[in-house]
C-alpha cells in the first residue's frame, strides 16, 4: 500500500521521465529532486537525478546526488562505476579510476570497469595530464604490483546489494532489468547486526521468504562485526502479467530497525514472455517449469516443508534457533506497511518457497555433448541492418558473403537504406529487402525516426520472426533498429552490455602516429561476420603429439595394452570440485578398471581402498611428474574424468574421452570440453553468477555441482566407455 507521499514520488519520477525522452535535461533533474525530497528515494532514482545534472552541464549537482546515492548504497558497485563516468566527463582522471577501482573491489569478476581503466589510461588526456614530465617507463604496468592491504581494505558502511535481478533487455514494456519465467534474484546485506531472513514481495504481495546465509566479509579494514548476509531466491515468476512491476526486498533479523538502503530496499523489473524454448534449452540457467511443476505434483507437502518454515507457524518471528534471542517486537516493521506481513503469512510462502527449491534440486542432471555451434537457437531468419550509405554496404559485401557462406539455407532479409536497396539486388546474399525511412537529420546530427514510423516497423518486421538481427554499423547509427526486429538474437558493435545485444564486438585499431583508426572498414565488418561464424562452428579442434608412446607411462605400472581410466579429482577453485570421486573410483575398480587418479594432496588416499592401491589397481598421483608424463597420461586413457579445469581441457585437446561436471558459475557451452565426450550439468536459475573468490554467495551450498549424483556420473561414465 502506497502513501500518500510515495504516491506523489511516484508522480514527480514519472513527469521525470518524460522530461528526459524530450531532452530536457535540467527539467527532468528538478522533477527528480521534488520526487527525492517527497519520500525516502532509492538509490536508482539519486543516480537518474545526477545523470540528468550531468547532462545539462549543473557538475556541482551532478556530483552531490551522486555522492548521495553512494551514501544510500555504499557498496553498490553501480554507483561507484557511475561516479566513475561522471569524473571522466569532467576530467577527474584519478577520482575516475579510483572509483572504477572501488567497483572491481566490490566484485572482483566485473569485467566493465576492468576495461574502463584500461580505455582511460589509453586516452590521450590521461597521458597529458597524468604522465607530462613523468620519468616513469610507460611500459611498465603499476596493476601487476601487489597492493598494500590499506590500498585493498576498506572501511564498510551497512548496506543492502543486490548482485542480480534479471538481465538487461530491451523489451515492449521498456528498457532494463527484465525477468522471464523461474529466476534467481541474489544479493546480500553488508552489516555488524545480526540479520537471519529475507522476505521478497511483488506489487505489495509476498511471493518469497526464506533465509540469510551469513559469510564472512574478507577485505573489512576495522569493523571484525561486519558480515555480509547473503541470499539467493528462486522463484517462479511465470505467472506474473507482462510489463513493469515493483520488488521489495527486506532483511530482517532480532531487533533491527527498518532502514531503507540497509536492510530494505525496491527495484523497478520488468517481467517478459520466455524466449523460444529452443532458444533457452541450452543454457543451465533455464528450468523447465513443466518440468518443476510435475515434481511438485508428486512431492507430499511434507517432504517440502523445512523445519524452519513448521517452526515459523506458531512463532512471531524468524529467528535463528542457535541465536536464542526473543523474538523481534512485530511492531517494528509496522513502520513500513508495504514490508509488513503476518507470522502465518510469511509461513505459508517460505514453505512454498523451499518446495520450489527442492524441485528444481529433484530434477535430474543434464548430460550435454560438446559441439561447435553454441550460438542459442536454431538460425532461420536473419535480419541484416545496413541503413547507412552507399559506402558502408559496398565496404560490407565482403562479410555479408561470409554470413550467407556460413548459412547457406537461412533467410537473410536486408533491412537497408534507399540509398542500398539497389546494390543489394546485385548481391547474392539478400531473400528479401525492408526499406527503411530513417534519414540523417543536419540539425539532430543524427539519424531519425518518430514514433509513428518506428511502431509500423516493429509491426512490419514482426512478420518475419527473426531469430537473429545483425547491425553491421560501426559507428552505431543503426544499432537502435535492433530491439524493433524481435529477435532474440541481437549482434553488432560496442561495449560490455550497451543495447542489451547477445553478442558485442570492440574493435579499435588506431594508428599509433595520428590517433585514427588505422584499419580497413571492410576489415571490422568482416571481423564481426567471422565472430558469428565461430559462434555458429567453433574453432577447437584435436591436436595429438607425435613424440609420446605408451613406454612414456610404462614407468607408472601401465602396460602397454592396458586400459585405464583417469579421474582427477581437483580444480584450481576449491568450491567447483565435486567430492565423490574416491566413490567413482571405487564403482571403477568393481567393473574391473585399472585407475589412475590424480590429486592435489594425500588428503583423499584416505577414502581409497588400500588393498588397492598396494597391488597397483589404483596409481595415485600427488606428486608432480614431468609434463611430458602427465599429457601422455591422458592422451592415452580409455577416459578421463573430472571437474571444470585445466586437464579435461588438455585431455580433450589430445582427443581422449572426457567426462567433466560443469559448474553452474560459467556457462558449459564457453568452459566446458570442445571435443569429445560428454558435460554433466545441472539446470540452475542462478547458473552464470560467475562466484569465484566468494563462494557463500550461492547460498546453496554449490547445488549446480554437489547436486550431482554418484550414480549420475558412473552411468554416463559407462555410457561413454561402451561408445566405441
Not at 473 to 487: E, F, N, Q, V, Y
Not at 513 to 528: K, P
Request: aromatic residues 8%; hydrophobic residues 40%; glycine residues 8%.
Amino acid at each position: 500500500m502506497r502513501t500518500p507521499a510515495n504516491r506523489l514520488a511516484a508522480t514527480l519520477t514519472s513527469l521525470g521521465d518524460r522530461a528526459r525522452d524530450s531532452g530536457k535535461f535540467l527539467a527532468a533533474a528538478d522533477l527528480y529532486r521534488q520526487a527525492i525530497e517527497a519520500g525516502t528515494p532509492p538509490v536508482g532514482l539519486l543516480l537518474i537525478c545526477g545523470h540528468m545534472y550531468k547532462e545539462g552541464r549543473d557538475f556541482p549537482s551532478a556530483e552531490r546526488y551522486y555522492k548521495k546515492a553512494l551514501a544510500v548504497s555504499p557498496m553498490d558497485k553501480e554507483v561507484f562505476l557511475q561516479l566513475g563516468h561522471f569524473n571522466k566527463s569532467i576530467g577527474r582522471y584519478g577520482e575516475a579510476e579510483k572509483y572504477y577501482q572501488e567497483a572491481i573491489i566490490v566484485d572482483p569478476d566485473w569485467d566493465v570497469p576492468r576495461q574502463e581503466i584500461e580505455n582511460l589510461r589509453r586516452s590521450n588526456e590521461y597521458r597529458r595530464l597524468y604522465r607530462k614530465g613523468s620519468q616513469a617507463d610507460g611500459r611498465l604496468s603499476s596493476d601487476l604490483v601487489a597492493k598494500t592491504r590499506d590500498e585493498l581494505y576498506i572501511d564498510h558502511g551497512p548496506a543492502f546489494v543486490f548482485t542480480h535481478n534479471g538481465n538487461g533487455q530491451a523489451t515492449r514494456w521498456g528498457s532494463g532489468v527484465t525477468i522471464r519465467g523461474i529466476d534467481a534474484l541474489r544479493g546480500y546485506v553488508v552489516s555488524d547486526q545480526i540479520y537471519t531472513s529475507i522476505e521478497i514481495s511483488l506489487d505489495g504481495t509476498l511471493i518469497y521468504a526464506g533465509d540469510l546465509t551469513p559469510a564472512p566479509l574478507r577485505r573489512e579494514k576495522s569493523n571484525a562485526a561486519m558480515r555480509k548476509y547473503v541470499y539467493n531466491a528462486w522463484i517462479d515468476f511465470s505467472d506474473i502479467s507482462y510489463g513493469p512491476h515493483d520488488l521489495l526486498f527486506v532483511a530482517k533479523g532480532p531487533g533491527v530497525e527498518p532502514r531503507e538502503g540497509v536492510n530494505w530496499r525496491r527495484e523497478h523489473v520488468i517481467f517478459a514472455e520466455p524466449f523460444p524454448e529452443d532458444v533457452m534449452i541450452e543454457s543451465p540457467a533455464y528450468v523447465s517449469r513443466a518440468q518443476v511443476e510435475a515434481i511438485l505434483a508428486q512431492m507430499p507437502v511434507s517432504e517440502a516443508v523445512s523445519v524452519e518454515a513448521q517452526a515459523l507457524v506458531s512463532a512471531p518471528a524468524i529467528v535463528a534457533p542457535s541465536l536464542q534471542i526473543a523474538p523481534e517486537p512485530a511492531d517494528l516493521w509496522k513502520t513500513v506497511p508495504e514490508a509488513y506481513f503476518s507470522a502465518e503469512v510469511v509461513a505459508r510462502v517460505r514453505n512454498a518457497s523451499r518446495r520450489l527449491q527442492d524441485a528444481i534440486n529433484a530434477l535430474p542432471t543434464v548430460v550435454m555433448t560438446p559441439k561447435p555451434d553454441t550460438l542459442p537457437g536454431k538460425v532461420r531468419n536473419i535480419a541484416v541492418i545496413r541503413g547507412d550509405q552507399l559506402g558502408d554496404l559496398s565496404v560490407s559485401v565482403g562479410a555479408l558473403m561470409r554470413l550467407r557462406q556460413a548459412l547457406p539455407n537461412a533467410r537473410i532479409v536486408g533491412l537497408l537504406s534507399p540509398a542500398n536497396v539497389d546494390l543489394a539486388k546485385t548481391l547474392d546474399v539478400f531473400d528479401e529487402y525492408v526499406v527503411l525511412d530513417y534519414p540523417d537529420d543536419a540539425l539532430q546530427r543524427d539519424r531519425v525516426m518518430n514514433r509513428v514510423g518506428q511502431l509500423d516497423l516493429i509491426k512490419k518486421l514482426k512478420t518475419y520472426n527473426f531469430d537473429v538481427a545483425i547491425d553491421f554499423s560501426i559507428a552505431g547509427g543503426t544499432r537502435k533498429l535492433l530491439p524493433m526486429t524481435g529477435a532474440p538474437i541481437t549482434i553488432g558493435f560496442g561495449n560490455g552490455n550497451e543495447g542489451f545485444r547477445s553478442l558485442n564486438l570492440n574493435v579499435v585499431a588506431m594508428d599509433p602516429r595520428g590517433g585514427g583508426r588505422g584499419m580497413r572498414h571492410s576489415a571490422n565488418v568482416h571481423l564481426l561476420a567471422e565472430a558469428i561464424t565461430l559462434w555458429l562452428n567453433g574453432a577447437g579442434q584435436i591436436v595429438k603429439r607425435n613424440d609420446i608412446t605408451r613406454e612414456d607411462i610404462a614407468k607408472f605400472g601401465l602396460a602397454s595394452t592396458e586400459d585405464y581410466i583417469v579421474i582427477h579429482s581437483g580444480s584450481r577453485l576449491p568450491m567447483v570440485r565435486w567430492l565423490q570421486y574416491p566413490a567413482l573410483c571405487e564403482r571403477f575398480l568393481a567393473q574391473g578398471w585399472k585407475v589412475v587418479y590424480f590429486s592435489d594432496d594425500e588428503s583423499e588416499i584416505e577414502r581409497l581402498p588400500k588393498d588397492k592401491i598396494d597391488d597397483g589397481s589404483i596409481i595415485y598421483m600427488s606428486r608432480k611428474i614431468s609434463f611430458k608424463e602427465f599429457d601422455a597420461l591422458l592422451a592415452y586413457c580409455s577416459l578421463f574424468v573430472g571437474n571444470d579445469s585445466g586437464p579435461k581441457h588438455l585431455a580433450s585437446l589430445r582427443g581422449a574421452k572426457v567426462l567433466s561436471i560443469q559448474p553452474g558459475r560459467s556457462d558449459w557451452r564457453e568452459w566446458g570440453q570442445e571435443l569429445t565426450g560428454n558435460i554433466l550439468i545441472r539446470r540452475v536459475p542462478c547458473a552464470g553468477c560467475a562466484l569465484h573468490y566468494d563462494p557463500e554467495e550461492c547460498a546453496h551450498d554449490v547445488a549446480c555441482v554437489t547436486k550431482i549424483t554418484l550414480d549420475e556420473v558412473f552411468q554416463e561414465a559407462m555410457r561413454l566407455l561402451e561408445v566405441v
